[in-house]
C-alpha cells in the first residue's frame, strides 16, 4: 500500500465516473467531492449492505431519517459548542492554517520514518535471521529516536489534558515545526477552533437565530428516542440506525474522500439495561468486524484499536481501523457511551427520557452502545482494496476492480458479440429480463475484449455474451471478473445465476 496507490485510485475514479472533484469547472472546492454515476451506485449499494445488516437483520433495530437542522440547544447539551474542538495555529508569512496535533503528529512520524529506514536496511543485511523487535530495542540510533518520540508524545499529551495551549506552541517552537509549505516558523498563537458550521435560521436575526451543521447524525437518535421507544413500543435493548450527512469544519481535510468537510455517517445507538452496556459493547465490536470481514476485502486489512484514553462519557471505545492506502486508520468506531447523552438532554430540555422496564418495575435511562462508520471512508476502502493492476497470461495488463460483487455499481454487462444479425435484439431481451432488479449496461461498441476491459475496469462481475447460437439454444455465454472463466448458461437460468452471484445473500451465507 503506498502514496501511489491513493494517486491512481484518485485518477480512476475520476476517469471512470465514481468520484469527481466538486464543481470543478470552477477549479474546485479543497476537501469537496462528487459522486459520480458509478459512485453513487457504489454508494447506495454499501448502505443497503449496512442498512440490510443493521435493521433488516435484527428484529430490534429501526432506522429513521432526522433533519440536518436541530435546535440549537441539541449542541449545547451534547457538548459539542464547549468542547468540539480541534487546537490550530496559524503560520504568520504564509497565512496557512494547521492543526497543531497534526503538525506534531508529522513530526513524529518523519522520526519514525527514520526508524522504519534503519529497520528496512538491517532486515536486507541480515535477512531471514533479522528480529525486528530484538533490533529496535537494542539498537543506539532507534532507541534514541523512540525515546524522543515518546517524549514528544507525552509532552504534547499532557498540554492538551491540561488545556495549556502556550505549551503546545511552545513544543512546536522547540521541535523546530516549519511550515510544510514554505518553510516559515513564524508562528501565532495556538487556539481552539470548534469544528461546527454556523448558519442563521431564515427570519431570526442575532445570535438567537445561529443554528449548526449537524456534526454527527447520533443526536437526531437522541431526541427521537422516546418518539421511537413510544410509537414503535419498543423494549429494551433496543437500537436505532441512521444514515446521513454530516459536517465538521475540518482544519485540514486531505487524503481524498477520507477527511471531507461534508460526509455521510452510518450509525446506530443500541439502547440497554443499565449495567449491560459491557455485553452489548463486546457484541457489537465482533459484530461489526465480521461485517466488514465478509466483503473479503483482504486478510489483514482490519485491526481494532482499543482507546486508552476515554471521552469523559465513554465507558469503553475502539476504533475498527483499515488498512487504506495510507496506512491502517479509522474507518469505524463502536463507543460505549453510558447515559451521558439522554441525561444531558434531559437536563437541557427538561423532558423525561427514561424507559420504564415492565420487568423490573422501574424507570431509568437506558445506556447507550453505539457503532458509527463513515459512509465515504468505506467507500474509499472499497475502492483502494479492490484497485488491482494484473498482467495476464497472454501478457496483455489490463486493470480491474475487484469490487465485492453485491456492493458493484453495475452487476452485469449484456454484449452481443455483432451489431448485426439480430443479436442486439436478443441482448435487449436479455437486459430487460435482468434490469429491473439489478443496474445492468448494455455495450455493444469495439471488439469484445475492449469491451472486458471496460467492465473490469469498473468492477463489473459478469459479462454476458450474445452470439449466434444464443439465436438457436436460448443460452448466453457468462464471464466471470474474477477467474475469467466463462461458462454457457441458459437464458432461462441466467436471473437465479446473476442473484446468486451478485445477490446479498452471498456475503450473508
Ligand atoms: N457519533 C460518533 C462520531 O461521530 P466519530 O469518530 O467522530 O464519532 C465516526 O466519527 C466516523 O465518521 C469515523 O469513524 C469516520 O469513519 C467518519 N468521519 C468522521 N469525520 C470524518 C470526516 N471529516 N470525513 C469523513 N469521514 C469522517
Redesign the pocket.
Known amino acids: 500500500m503506498s502514496d501511489d496507490l491513493l494517486k491512481k485510485v484518485i485518477s480512476h475514479a475520476k476517469e471512470y465516473g465514481f468520484v469527481f472533484p466538486s464543481s470543478e469547472i470552477y477549479d474546485g472546492l479543497s476537501a469537496a467531492y462528487d459522486y459520480g454515476q458509478l459512485g453513487a451506485e457504489l454508494k447506495n449499494n454499501i448502505k443497503h449492505y449496512w442498512w440490510t445488516a443493521m435493521v433488516r437483520m435484527h428484529e430490534n433495530i429501526v432506522g429513521i431519517d432526522a433533519s440536518i437542522f436541530m435546535h440549537p440547544t441539541t449542541w449545547k447539551a451534547s457538548g459539542h459548542v464547549d468542547a468540539f474542538n480541534d487546537p490550530l495555529i496559524d503560520n504568520k508569512d504564509s497565512k496557512k492554517r494547521y492543526r497543531a496535533d497534526v503538525l506534531i503528529e508529522d513530526h513524529i512520524e518523519k522520526i519514525e520514518a527514520k526508524n522504519r529506514k534503519d529497520v528496512e536496511k538491517a532486515a536486507k543485511r541480515f535477512g531471514e535471521a533479522f528480529n525486528e523487535a530484538e533490533f529496535r530495542s537494542t539498537n543506539d540510533r532507534v532507541l534514541k529516536r523512540q525515546e524522543e518520540m515518546d517524549r514528544i508524545n507525552e509532552a504534547f499529551k499532557t498540554a492538551m489534558e491540561a488545556d495549556d495551549l502556550a505549551a503546545v506552541k511552545a513544543l512546536i517552537e522547540e521541535l523546530g515545526i516549519a511550515d510544510p509549505e514554505t518553510g516559515s516558523r513564524n508562528w501565532t498563537d495556538v487556539r481552539q477552533f470548534n469544528l461546527m458550521f454556523k448558519t442563521e435560521l431564515g427570519a431570526v436575526s442575532g445570535d438567537s437565530g445561529i443554528i449548526y451543521l449537524r456534526p454527527?447524525t447520533?443526536q437526531g437518535i437522541f431526541v427521537n428516542y422516546l418518539n421511537v421507544q413510544k410509537s414503535g413500543r419498543m423494549k429494551l435493548p433496543f437500537g436505532i440506525a441512521q444514515i446521513g450527512k454530516a459536517f465538521?469544519n475540518?482544519i485540514i481535510?486531505r487524503q481524498f474522500i477520507?477527511?471531507?468537510?461534508e460526509?455521510e455517517?452510518m450509525?446506530m445507538q443500541f439502547f440497554v439495561k443499565p449495567g449491560t452496556q459491557g455485553e452489548w459493547y463486546e457484541y457489537w465490536k465482533a459484530e461489526r468486524l465480521k461485517w466488514h470481514k465478509a466483503l473479503g476485502l483482504g486478510e489483514n486489512m482490519h485491526r481494532y484499536h482499543d482507546h486508552v484514553k476515554l471521552a469523559h462519557y465513554a465507558d469503553a471505545a475502539c476504533?475498527i481501523e483499515f488498512n487504506f492506502p495510507m496506512g491502517f486508520k479509522?474507518?469505524?468506531?463502536i463507543?460505549s457511551r453510558t447515559d451521558f447523552d439522554l441525561r444531558q438532554h434531559e437536563e437541557y430540555s427538561g423532558r423525561k427520557l427514561r424507559y420504564f422496564d415492565p420487568e423490573t418495575q422501574e424507570s431509568y435511562i437506558p445506556y447507550v452502545v453505539?457503532t458509527?462508520?463513515?459512509l465515504?471512508?468505506m467507500f474509499l476502502a472499497t475502492l483502494s482494496a479492490a484497485y488491482q493492476e494484473e498482467t495476464l497470461e497472454d501478457g496483455s495488463q489490463r486493470t480491474v476492480l475487484r469490487i465485492p460483487a453485491a456492493l458493484a455499481p453495475v452487476k452485469a454487462a449484456v454484449l452481443p458479440l455483432l451489431k448485426k444479425d439480430g443479436l442486439p435484439e436478443k441482448a435487449r431481451e436479455v437486459l430487460n429480463l435482468l434490469q429491473l432488479n439489478h443496474n445492468v449496461q448494455y455495450d455493444e461498441k469495439d471488439a469484445i475484449g475492449r469491451r472486458y476491459r471496460r467492465q473490469d475496469a469498473i468492477g463489473t462481475p459478469l459479462c454476458i455474451t450474445i452470439d449466434h447460437d444464443t439465436l438457436n439454444d436460448e443460452a448466453v455465454t457468462v464471464r466471470d471478473r474474477d477467474a475469467m472463466t466463462q461458462e454457457r448458461v441458459a437464458i432461462a437460468d441466467l436471473a437465479a445465476v446473476v442473484e446468486k452471484k451478485v445477490g446479498l445473500a452471498t456475503l450473508f451465507a
Do not use: C, V
Open positions: 454527527e447520533a465538521r475540518e481535510a477520507f477527511r471531507m468537510r460526509f455517517q450509525e476504533d479509522e474507518l469505524e468506531g463507543h453505539e458509527s462508520i463513515g465515504d471512508r
